[in-house]
Nanobody, 119 residues
Framework: QVQLVESGGGLVQPGGSLRLSCAASGSIFGITTMGWYRQAPGKQRELVATITSGGSTNIADSVKGRFPISRDNAKNTVYLQMNSLKPEDTAVYYC?????????????WGQGTQVTVSS
């Protein structure tokens, strides 16, 4: 089995910063894409940013220039540095990983971490 453990959420004032981390562990032969999605109350889950094992990124327009994404392939860990946070960034942030297993690629989600931007 594969587990994704997220950390780094919390309460921050507008303009502040937070760094989210997500570490994958378990029966992993490799991870293709890792990334972050978020879901605000009453809204659908949306993509924030993803990064491939080769370092190619896909970042939502709403966070481009504020939320750089990075990963450490040796540690199976992805990071999201959130800068210049706005109240509209408030949401539960979920980590996602596309994991290579013996039978193919399986998608795993973390349990979610709350990010609240408020004064």
């Amino acid at each position: 089995q594969v587990q994704l453990v997220e950390s780094g959420g919390g309460l921050v004032q507008p303009g502040g910063s937070l760094r989210l981390s997500c570490a994958a562990s378990g029966s992993i032969f490799g991870i293709t894409t890792m990334g972050w999605y978020r879901q605000a109350p009453g809204k659908q889950r949306e993509l924030v940013a993803t990064i491939t094992s080769g370092g190619s990124t896909n970042i939502a327009d709403s966070v481009k220039g504020r939320f750089p994404i990075s990963r450490d392939n040796a540690k199976n860990t992805v990071y999201l540095q959130m800068n210049s946070l706005k109240p509209e960034d408030t949401a539960v942030y979920y980590c996602k990983a596309d994991v290579k297993r013996l039978a193919g690629i399986a998608v795993y989600w973390g349990q979610g971490t709350q990010v609240t931007v408020s004064s």
